[in-house]
């Protein structure tokens, strides 16, 4: 919120410190501070330039973020937040997303507690814009340990998603697939198989407590469309007689890694789990992304709704890269 009254309602800087709104200059600035957190904490996958780049390109403007400087001692953050305010799809309910790090060397200045306080004035002010009698903060602790843990803990959050990075070197070639009998897999064949990967991947998901149903359209254009390079070979359906039972839908290259596979969707429908389609899908995935000369394999999953897949994943040889856990705290409107 960039209005003059949204800026007199946020709380002013600490004693001793300045605020600003950051810019590209700041890219490496930032990304440096989050390096150091990260070591700090002995995090496995720290938060890259590319990383920070591809969620800056997500802000509407850098009015959503803030960058908190001493003012006695030479330009750097030693503090950084981004906020974000939308409506959550699945309740209706208006969230206020809150990120922030704080330099490991300035963690005894009240920096934290300060950039919650802003959180919420983000949050009160977002609800009161939008007529709302409150609003969802909500925040997410990357690779954090028991100590930040409970620092949220003490201050209203509550855990309710962990979600989980996980990767595969594939400089060795990985198991072949086993399939069951009377089951094979083929690739996605452009306009033809569009509704019946729609269908099948609504029906592997549909008991997931986080699926968002999309009609065809809207599922065509969040999976497929918006990468004209994707690779439709990278698209498995799995089979039995003329049915489709299984679906695994991948593209070569992340976000930050050109030279990982992505996983994007990996899923099977109730009536034929638990007979190996999974597994055998996963590693025909695998040998496809070695195939076109990949050197790893990189996914995203949610722990708490989808536990027997992370045990599927760990299975097929993948480790925990990073992980995420997903706090939050309801916020009342005060009254005026």
């Known amino acids: 919120m960039a209005d003059d009254h949204a800026r007199a309602t946020l709380r002013p800087a600490p ?3 300045r605020l600003r709104r950051p810019g590209w200059d700041d890219l490496d600035r930032v990304a440096a501070l989050h390096a150091a957190t990260s070591r700090a904490r002995g995090a496995s996958a720290p ?3 590319d990383d920070l780049r591809f969620r800056w390109l997500g802000l509407d403007s850098f009015d959503e973020a803030l960058l908190i400087e001493h003012e006695g001692t030479e330009p750097g953050p030693v503090a950084y937040a981004a906020f974000e305010a939308f409506v959550d799809p699945w309740t209706g309910e208006l969230d206020l997303h809150a990120e ?3 330099h490991p060397e300035w963690r005894s200045h009240g920096l934290a507690g300060f950039l919650l306080a802003r959180a919420e004035d983000r949050a009160r002010l977002a609800a009161r814009d939008a007529g709302r009698p409150g609003a969802l903060l909500r925040t997410s602790l990357e690779d954090g340990d028991d100590r930040a843990r409970a620092w949220f803990a003490s201050h209203g ?3 309710v998603r962990h979600l989980l990075e996980l990767h595969l070197d594939l400089h060795a070639p990985p198991p072949a697939a086993v399939w069951r009998s009377g089951v094979r897999c083929r690739p996605f064949r452009p306009g033809e198989d569009e509704q019946v990967l729609w269908e099948t991947h609504q029906a592997a998901f549909a008991d997931v407590p986080t699926h968002l149903p999309l009609d065809l359209e809207d599922f065509l254009d969040d999976r497929l469309r918006r990468y004209p390079e994707l690779d439709p070979g990278l698209v498995l359906l799995a089979e039995h007689d003329d049915e489709v039972v299984g679906l695994a839908i991948c593209r070569a290259g992340t ?3 050109p030279e990982d596979g992505w996983v994007r969707d990996l899923g099977v429908v109730p009536g ?6 999974g597994m055998a899908l996963l ?3 695998f040998a496809a992304f070695r195939a076109r000369g990949l050197t790893g394999v990189a996914l995203e999953v949610d722990d708490v709704t989808l536990d027997g897949a992370v045990a599927l994943y760990r ?3 993948m480790r925990t890269v990073r992980r995420t856990d997903v706090l939050e705290r309801w916020l009342e409107l005060e009254a005026p």
């Open 283 to 285: 590693r025909t995935a």
């Open 157 to 159: 959050f509550t855990p």
């Open 47 to 49: 938060v890259r330039p």
């Open 255 to 257: 976000e930050v890694a």
């Open 272 to 277: 034929w789990r638990r007979h190996g389609i």
């Open 315 to 317: 299975r097929a040889g």
């Open 15 to 17: 004693p001793g410190f």
């Open 100 to 102: 922030g790090t704080v």
